[in-house]
């Protein structure tokens, strides 16, 4: 085996967690790899991982080695492309990264389509409602919504989303429309409360931006459950809008507030620069920039 197979046959062990997921990604018996492990530990004469009955994880020498193997072998790989120039053709493993409902609703019709034409390119998603770090997780492409931070990432802009205050036309029927945020006190209010996240509902009001504290008798930990509810008639639900889009042309759902909405939130599909040389990459940005401007544009406005 040689070093750059061991690499990659340890990144597999380390990236899944799993000698047997490892296996089936590289195609090769489990005992095999757990023998191809061991000998690299030996070599190296450090241990890298620590192996119980039920799990498996990372030492601190084994994750620093781990991001040097990442490094390495993608390296390798944008040699490859690059030597191979714009006829190369897109292969290998791509790691792609959104926010979770964003990702399922417009994210993962893309990789579909990309996958559909491009059957030498195998995609690993992470649809998590948290920033990834892109070079310490390995993940070459992500989309995000929000202002970004200055970094050393490549950014091209898809479009926009705005938070919105929406209910059922039912429920604004039964209880009016609320003219103000300082009258969302007398309404019920369903709030979704994500992990590390605000439970505050933010507006402009007189050209400054605003948080509320909105004491819901409704609170949950998922904006699907909080459309949910309020698509029942429950009350009013502050959510982004593409986790709302079906349900405002439907007309299961009705937008209030309007004018107290913050500025459209930019999304970019963003990646470091130095993977736009992998053919992979290039690829995919190029594919995903054309369908997220699509899908975004249709939403309601």
Request: aromatic share 6%.
């Amino acid at each position: 085996m040689n070093r750059f197979h061991e690499m990659s046959v340890f990144l597999a062990v380390a990236e899944s967690q799993s000698f047997a997921a490892a296996a089936r990604r590289m195609e090769m018996s489990a005992p095999s790899v757990t023998r191809g492990v061991a000998a690299l530990e030996r070599r190296l004469g450090a241990l890298l991982l620590v192996r119980t009955t039920r799990s498996l994880r990372l030492t601190e020498a084994g994750q620093r080695y781990a991001t040097d193997c990442r490094r390495i072998l993608e390296s390798v790989e944008q040699a490859d492309d690059a030597a191979a120039g714009a006829m190369a053709a897109p292969r290998g493993a791509l790691h792609i990264t959104a926010p979770a409902l964003f990702g399922e609703l417009h994210v993962m019709p893309v990789v579909l389509g990309y996958l559909r034409t491009h059957r030498e390119v195998s995609v690993r998603t992470l649809l998590v409602d948290r920033v990834v770090n892109l070079m310490d997780e390995g993940v070459d492409v992500a989309v995000r919504i929000g202002a970004l931070p200055d970094s050393t990432l490549t950014a091209v802009p898809v479009g926009h989303v705005r938070r919105v205050v929406c209910a059922s036309p039912s429920f604004l029927q039964d209880h009016g429309i609320p003219q103000n945020p300082d009258a969302l006190h007398r309404y019920c209010t369903i709030t979704a409360a994500m992990e590390g996240r605000s439970p505050q509902w933010r507006f402009l009001q007189a050209g400054q931006p605003r948080r509320l504290s909105v004491e819901s008798q409704l609170t949950v930990t998922s904006f699907q459950a909080a459309v949910l509810a309020a698509c029942e008639g429950w009350g009013l639900t502050q959510v982004v809008s593409y986790q709302v889009a079906r349900h405002l042309a439907s007309g299961a759902l009705q937008v209030v507030l309007r004018e107290f909405e913050l500025p459209p939130m930019p999304v970019h599909v963003v990646y470091p620069e130095g993977r736009r040389s992998s053919a992979k990459v290039r690829s995919f940005v190029e594919f995903c920039v054309e369908g997220l401007r699509q899908d975004l544009a249709a939403l309601p406005a």
